[in-house]
């Protein structure tokens, strides 16, 4: 079966840097996307990682390792909207998205 | 529009009560999906459509159901509403079934059933 794991809540300062980590277990892989969701709002496209290593967008980076099962998304120069939840979710052998429980990020001043 | 829409944007319903949630895309996406999000839960799949008329069941099919008479709309019905059907449902599109790409999701629907 799969399973995702990635922590429930983590706190960080405005304009510091923060690594939200997501590990799972899986018997079928094509890639793994991470979304963001603002309270009340609809999730929306982070990222997508199918190789190992680091893709770069601004602030935001995200991270694989497949042998590993693990990635992460490191978001900088932290701003006060980038308070949310992130969600990591694998994309299994169907093509179907199995998605971890989100880590809510608190942002403070 | 641009993106997807859904309707009611939250609805209070008694148990036993029929109930259809409805989603809309202009992006002419071949592949929807219904999910629900329960808090301390990830999203989970109810129901997915690769393309215009055809339908699958994804983690948590039971007590819903789906049509896709055509490819801009894919809406959602409860037969007969259970409190444990109390969650917030996301339709989301993407472009094509079988492949990576991403997908895009409505507003949501705030469901209450009592």
């Known amino acids: 079966g799969q399973n995702i794991d990635q922590p429930t809540e983590m706190t960080a300062t405005e304009g510091a840097i923060v690594q939200i980590n997501c590990t799972y277990q899986?018997?079928?892989?094509?890639?793994l996307f991470w979304y963001q969701q603002h309270a009340g709002e609809a999730p929306t496209f982070l990222s997508y990682?199918?190789l190992d290593g680091l893709e770069e967008k601004g602030r935001f980076s995200s991270f694989l390792s497949r042998s590993k099962g693990y990635s992460y998304l490191l978001l900088k120069e932290l701003q006060m909207k980038d308070s949310a939840s992130y969600l990591c979710?694998?994309?299994?052998?169907?093509?179907?998205?199995?998605w971890g429980a989100g880590t809510k990020l608190i942002i403070k001043p | 529009i641009a993106g997807i829409t859904q309707a009611p944007t939250s609805q209070i319903l008694a148990a036993g009560r029929r109930m259809t949630l409805r989603c809309t895309q202009d992006?002419?996406?071949?592949?929807m999906y219904w999910y629900r999000q329960d808090l301390g839960l990830g999203l989970r799949l109810i129901h997915y459509?690769?393309?215009?008329?055809?339908?699958g069941k994804g983690e948590v099919p039971d007590g819903y159901s789906v049509s896709r008479a055509n490819t801009d709309d894919f809406p959602l019905t409860l037969a007969s509403a259970v409190p444990s059907q109390t969650s917030v449902y996301f339709c989301?599109?993407?472009?094509?079934?079988?492949?990576?790409?991403?997908?895009?999701f409505g507003p949501g629907t705030r469901l209450t059933v009592l």
């Open positions: 989301a599109s993407s472009a094509q079934a079988g492949s990576t790409d991403t997908q895009y």
């Open positions: 992006m002419r996406h071949n592949a």
């Open positions: 459509s690769n393309t215009a008329g055809t339908t």
């Open positions: 899986t018997s079928g892989f094509n890639g």
């Open positions: 990682n199918v």
């Open positions: 979710a694998l994309m299994d052998s169907n093509y179907q998205l199995i």
